[in-house]
């Protein structure tokens, strides 16, 4: 007799469950239509968002030990023609890694009052996962999200029960799985994750989009990942087809992240538009110089390296990127890289300026490549002047940083040279550490214009329509600096939303409140309208009229 009520238990819980999940009604929801996204009653939807921070990078515990936002202003993002929030998630606003598993309530009923508020005001939510359990993502320190089976575990679960509360609320739009993904050991990684975290959702709401974003870079991956630099997870499976790729785009960096204390633009400034700043289109690999002597095998102190004269004497050399090799260091050995100036001179060596500063203590605008997989590019502490520093270990095959962020435009009648501090420790007898410039060549030069950000953007568009699925902008912006001093950074906010108009591309801006790069340039307490960035609030405003098709808002139901 007990068996049987427990069997008739058990059948009554699985019938309520599946009755709970066939009772939401799709027709209340933003929904994807091929490429497109559409409004409840069928009408084509773009989204234009801007980002809520929600201080993640401060590892918040509890909505009340950080001050954001209120929910009015939820009012204030309508008045500037914004359509949609991507709202930033730290994970341990709803578990501790303490008690994993036992999730906040305090941390849901925040989530709770934002839904209501973005209600209020007919604009949509994007739950984005902008730190999850193993660690924040885009300076490349959450390899423990990836090593760590049981950080994997928690986020699946996490994600599953966020999907499991809020299967019927359509004023949530959908949710981003992990923002700026950084996989240790090549794309393959992303793509097994990414398809767990889909799978676990699509078993409690089978409504909602799914954003699945490429990954920002890769710390190990094959030459042919490397050259296309999409990094997007292939052959996703998901019944319920609400798919959409997502991507971020901050070009030119130079000028978007100037005077960025994390960056290697830290005291540089730059212009937009600016003709004399050239970027090369479709930049293939072809050939390097050196530019240093190598580093001892073993342990070495710090070490000036450098100094060497290079030229651009190769017709199709377009351009060149300060490169360091690290080739062989084998499985213990270790390299650090304090700092690394890039320096031109017209005069033959009589006399050089400085053209950049890699800082060593920041990763971005770094590309790791390895030739065999082996090895891996992290920030680790206990070396150099700065708190963390940049660390190459354990590659097998050759290997290369190649820093991005400071192009050398070849030119002949110009001779480079590159200088910074290395220290290893193990390294290898029959390792190659060394300065490099590597040169790439390519299609054609495209200054520092809209023609370049279309020719930048135009790849994402291609493949996603390849792809058959909508494309949503998850970030873009500017640093505060760009603002100031007629740099041209409302230029580059026109251009931008002029072309992902007229390619009816849902976007993002980054953000609503930070002192970098927010619409309210305050860091403390919450969104003070006495520190709006006004001249870029009226833009908004103004470029996301409903005279520029902007009628199409999210409706609440």
Known sequence: MKRILLLCLLVSFVISCYCESASVDSSRFIQVDGTMFRTPDGRPWIGRGVAFGNSVWNNPSEATSFKHHRMEDYGRVKAMGFNSVRFYINYALFESDSRPGQYREQGFSWLD???AAARDQGVGLILNMHYPQGGFQSNGAGDALWNSKKNQDRLVALWKEIAKRYRGEPVIIGYGLVNEP???HGIEEWEALAQRLITAIREVDAHHIIFVERAIWLKSGSSNEISSRLFFPKGLSDPSRQLALEFHFYEPMGFTHQNTSWTGWKGLYASYPDEGRIEVEDAQWAGFASASQALPAGNTSWRELGGIPVTCDN?????????VQTQGLGAKGRVWIEELRVEASSDGGVTWSQLGLIDGSSLSGCDFWSSDGSGSLSLTHGKGKNDKTITVSGTGGDANITFRGIPILCDKNQTYRLTGRLSGESVSKTAMVRFRLDF????????????????????YITY????????????FGLASDAFREQRGGLNWVEDMLDILVSNNMSYNYHTWKES??????NDSDYADPSQVNSPLEQAFIRMQSPERGSASLFSAP
Do not use: C, D, H, M
């Not at 790439?440 to 790849?459: D, F, I």
């Not at 970098?516 to 340039?521: E, K, N, R």
């Open 113 to 115: 009052q934002n839904i």
């Open 182 to 184: 950084v996989p240790v």
């Open 315 to 323: 017709p199709s050399y377009l351009v060149a990127y300060p490169t």
């Open 440 to 459: 790439y060549s390519g299609k054609s030069l495209t200054a520092w214009n809209k023609r370049y950000l279309e020719s930048r953007l135009a790849s």
């Open 464 to 475: 996603a329509r390849q792809q058959g699925v909508p494309l949503y902008l998850g970030e």
């Open 516 to 521: 970098a790069f927010g619409i309210y340039q």
